[in-house]
């Protein structure tokens, strides 16, 4: 059974940084993509920042330069995020897709961040 938990999240002032964590558990094999993804209040559901299987890390405009992926060799993965803006604010989740035996999109359960003065 492969369980995603982030970590990391929390209030912030604007302009602040934080570093979110996705510690996974359970055997991973045939992994395409490892990403962050963030739902505002009354709002769907949006890509952070991806790295896929062949390296290429993709960002959502409004973060780019501004946040940073990254991932390790167990299967854990980072989001930095600097000069945090209000519009940041958001229950953040962490994201692996992949393919094996079957096709997979593991989630985690969220973590909240919120960018307030």
């Known amino acids: 059974q492969v369980q995603l938990a982030e970590s990391g999240g929390g209030l912030v002032q604007p302009g602040g940084s934080l570093r979110l964590s996705c510690a996974a558990s359970?055997?991973?094999?045939?992994?395409?993509?490892m990403g962050w993804y963030r739902q505002a209040p009354g709002k769907q559901r949006e890509l952070v920042a991806v790295?896929?299987?062949?390296?290429?890390i993709n960002y959502a405009d409004s973060v780019k330069g501004r946040f940073s992926i990254s991932r390790d060799n167990a299967k854990n993965m980072f989001l930095q995020m600097n000069s945090l803006k209000p519009e940041d604010t958001a229950v953040y989740y962490c994201?692996?897709?992949?393919?094996?035996?079957?096709?997979?999109?593991?989630w985690g359960q969220g973590t909240q961040v919120s960018v307030s003065s």
């Open positions: 790295i896929i299987s062949s390296g290429t």
């Open positions: 994201n692996i897709q992949g393919s094996w035996d079957y096709r997979y999109d593991y």
């Open positions: 359970g055997s991973i094999s045939g992994i395409t993509s």
